[in-house]
């Protein structure tokens, strides 16, 4: 029935390009990505503000703790299925010694992870095609919640103690954090690899890789980490041949019929798993800021490792 419909959809096509309507109704992606009109939270982000803003400087000698947190993510990815497999979500938290006031910097899917991993499959004028809600922000608030992030309360939940800064630093960090969001747009689930460990073809932007990029940062304007620290994070990894730029227009029913099949978001577990099947047949994309890439997979595919993240002023 799929087949036909999709059969019935090329040969309209094919009349089409020989006829020349193409030229007349463009067939590119219709839909702007993040349409804040289209895009919906349905949770409301309790640790999200709607416009996060730097945190209120604060003195320069005071003395801030810094902490790396972690807590299981409930949301989930892929909703309840995927989400059994497992997976964290990180913060890095700031302790005031001198005011007693904390802070969390995070960065996050702003319409939920589901969404900054695969696309919304909408009509538009009766014609499928694709809505991106992939948008990623940091989250700043003047708090660290000391229930999420406490291990007595969700045992996979953890604390790890980085270093002690000065007011002046954590300054220069409040500034760097509005630049890293304003340069990450877009939330980026997987590392698209050709095997683990080997080459990186594309690096996902997630709340983990702003913790990496957040210790980074203070490394360069001088905190040093004790290299005996035990970081460990996520990696959402795809196994492919070099991703290859292919043109939305020529892929467009491909692209479509392959993220219908992680619409998990309308469909019952039984499906999903049909779907799963069907797709080995499919050719597989990745949306990369603003571009399809076609994928080859390697074996195993897909994988989620929970792996060491390299301390930055460590690796000697
Ligand atoms: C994902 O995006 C769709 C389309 O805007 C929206 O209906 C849905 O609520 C979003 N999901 C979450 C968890 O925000
Ligand atoms: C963070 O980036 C988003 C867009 O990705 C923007 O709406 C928001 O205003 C930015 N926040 C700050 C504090 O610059
Ligand atoms: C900041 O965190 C510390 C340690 O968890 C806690 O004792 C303190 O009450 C927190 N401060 C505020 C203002 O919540
Ligand atoms: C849908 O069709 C109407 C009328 O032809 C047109 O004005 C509109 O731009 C179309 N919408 C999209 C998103 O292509
Ligand atoms: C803190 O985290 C708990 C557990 O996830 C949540 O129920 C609560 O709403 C959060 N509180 C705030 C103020 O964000
Ligand atoms: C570094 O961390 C290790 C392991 O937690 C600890 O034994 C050691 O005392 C720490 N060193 C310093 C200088 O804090």
């Given at each position: 029935?799929?087949?036909?419909?999709?059969?019935?959809?090329?040969?309209?096509?094919?009349?089409?390009?020989?006829?020349?309507?193409?030229?007349?109704?463009?067939?590119?992606?219709?839909?702007?990505?993040?349409?804040?009109?289209?895009?919906?939270?349905?949770?409301?982000?309790?640790?999200?503000?709607?416009?996060?803003?730097?945190?209120?400087?604060?003195?320069?000698?005071?003395?801030?703790?810094?902490?790396?947190?972690?807590?299981?993510?409930?949301?989930?990815?892929?909703?309840?299925?995927?989400?059994?497999?497992?997976?964290?979500?990180?913060?890095?938290?700031?302790?005031?010694?001198?005011?007693?006031?904390?802070?969390?910097?995070?960065?996050?899917?702003?319409?939920?992870?589901?969404?900054?991993?695969?696309?919304?499959?909408?009509?538009?004028?009766?014609?499928?095609?694709?809505?991106?809600?992939?948008?990623?922000?940091?989250?700043?608030?003047?708090?660290?919640?000391?229930?999420?992030?406490?291990?007595?309360?969700?045992?996979?939940?953890?604390?790890?103690?980085?270093?002690?800064?000065?007011?002046?630093?954590?300054?220069?960090?409040?500034?760097?954090?509005?630049?890293?969001?304003?340069?990450?747009?877009?939330?980026?689930?997987?590392?698209?690899?050709?095997?683990?460990?080997?080459?990186?073809?594309?690096?996902s932007s997630t709340c983990d890789d702003f913790a990496d990029a957040s210790f980074a940062f203070l490394n360069s304007v001088g905190v040093q980490y004790n290299c005996s620290t035990i970081v460990k994070r996520d990696y959402v990894n795809i196994y492919s041949q070099k991703p290859v730029l292919v043109d939305y227009d020529v892929h467009k029913l491909d692209i479509i019929s392959f993220y219908e099949v992680f619409d998990f978001r309308t469909h019952s577990f039984l499906e999903v798993l049909k779907k799963l099947v069907s797709m080995i047949g499919l050719k597989k994309y990745l949306?990369?800021?603003?571009?399809?890439?076609?994928?080859?997979?390697?074996?195993?595919?897909?994988?989620?490792?929970?792996?060491?993240?390299?301390?930055?002023?460590?690796?000697?």
């Amino acid at each position: 029935m799929k087949i036909s419909n999709r059969f019935i959809i090329y040969l309209i096509l094919i009349i089409c390009c020989s006829t020349g309507c193409l030229l007349v109704e463009s067939r590119d992606q219709s839909l702007p990505d993040n349409d804040p009109v289209l895009c919906q939270q349905r949770i409301q982000r309790e640790d999200c503000p709607v416009s996060p803003a730097p945190f209120e400087p604060v003195d320069d000698t005071n003395v801030i703790q810094v902490y790396y947190l972690q807590a299981p993510i409930f949301e989930g990815m892929f909703g309840n299925f995927f989400g059994k497999l497992g997976g964290y979500h990180s913060a890095v938290g700031f302790y005031d010694l001198t005011t007693g006031l904390n802070y969390t910097a995070e960065y996050d899917a702003f319409y939920e992870v589901g969404n900054g991993t695969v696309p919304n499959i909408v009509y538009v004028n009766g014609t499928k095609d694709i809505l991106w809600c992939n948008s990623g922000i940091v989250c700043a608030v003047p708090f660290v919640n000391a229930t999420y992030w406490d291990p007595a309360v969700y045992s996979t939940a953890s604390k790890t103690y980085m270093a002690t800064i000065d007011g002046a630093t954590f300054n220069k960090y409040s500034q760097w954090m509005v630049t890293y969001n304003n340069s990450n747009p877009i939330y980026q689930t997987w590392d698209v690899w050709n095997n683990y460990n080997q080459e990186l073809y594309i690096q996902s932007s997630t709340c983990d890789d702003f913790a990496d990029a957040s210790f980074a940062f203070l490394n360069s304007v001088g905190v040093q980490y004790n290299c005996s620290t035990i970081v460990k994070r996520d990696y959402v990894n795809i196994y492919s041949q070099k991703p290859v730029l292919v043109d939305y227009d020529v892929h467009k029913l491909d692209i479509i019929s392959f993220y219908e099949v992680f619409d998990f978001r309308t469909h019952s577990f039984l499906e999903v798993l049909k779907k799963l099947v069907s797709m080995i047949g499919l050719k597989k994309y990745l949306y990369i800021q603003g571009e399809y890439y076609l994928l080859e997979l390697n074996f195993p595919f897909i994988g989620l490792k929970y792996d060491f993240a390299p301390l930055p002023g460590c690796y000697n």
